[in-house]
């Protein structure tokens, strides 16, 4: 069974940084699945924050947070990062990992294919 587990979150001043990760256990070829963090404010929409490409050559990532934040994956961990500096305090949220079996790297919440559960992020100003 895929699982994918975020940890990271936490509590930062503004200006601040976070570095989030996600484990995926379960799966047997890591390298064939696009791999993103979206994020989910009270009352809002889930949201793209960034994706990485099967390759982990090709980055894509949301206008609010480019230059801020950074993806990378680690194959031997079949682990996702997401950097995150300069935080705002429009950053706060529960960001999720999800990967997805594709070719094409999304944008779009329904067409990953699995969700971990979530870690918090609260940024003070």
């Known amino acids: 069974q895929v699982q994918l587990v975020e940890s990271g979150g936490g509590l930062v001043q503004a200006g601040g940084s976070l570095r989030l990760s996600c484990a995926a256990s379960?799966?047997?070829?890591?390298?064939?699945?696009?791999m993103a963090w979206f994020r989910q404010a009270p009352g809002k929409e889930r949201e793209f924050v960034a994706a990485?490409?099967?390759?982990?050559?090709?980055?894509y990532y949301a206008d609010s947070v480019k230059g801020r934040f950074t993806i990378s994956r680690e194959y031997a961990k079949n682990t996702v990062y997401l950097q995150m500096n300069s935080l705002k305090p429009e950053d706060p949220a529960v960001y999720y990992c999800?990967?997805?079996?594709?070719?094409?790297?999304?944008?779009?919440?329904?067409?990953?294919?699995?969700w971990g559960q979530g870690t918090q992020v609260t940024v003070s100003s």
């Open positions: 379960g799966r047997t070829a890591f390298s064939t699945y696009v």
């Open positions: 999800a990967d997805e079996y594709s070719s094409v790297v999304h944008r779009t919440p329904t067409e990953y294919d699995s």
């Open positions: 990485i490409d099967r390759s982990g050559i090709r980055t």
